[in-house]
């Protein structure tokens, strides 16, 4: 399993960190907490931008 960090993670989606926690914030993006951190599966990042694509979405991705 790879993990992210909330950097990697907004600079593969090409998005703002604001915009990255609004989207784990709003339950588009699940993460990992540990302690403060926000850690993602790049699973679900590959599965959240399979979403936007198969939605017709193009914010940052």
């Given at each position: ?7 990697e ?5 090409r998005?703002?960190?604001?915009t ?7 339950g ?15 699973s ?15 914010n940052?991705?």
């Amino acid at each position: 399993m790879r993990i992210l960090t909330s950097y990697e993670t907004a600079e593969m989606l090409r998005i703002s960190m604001p915009t990255l926690y609004r989207h784990v914030r709003d339950g588009l993006i699940p993460c990992l907490r540990v302690g403060r951190r926000k850690l993602f599966r790049y699973s679900d990042i590959e599965k959240f931008i399979d979403n936007q694509i198969s939605d017709g979405s193009t914010n940052g991705v």
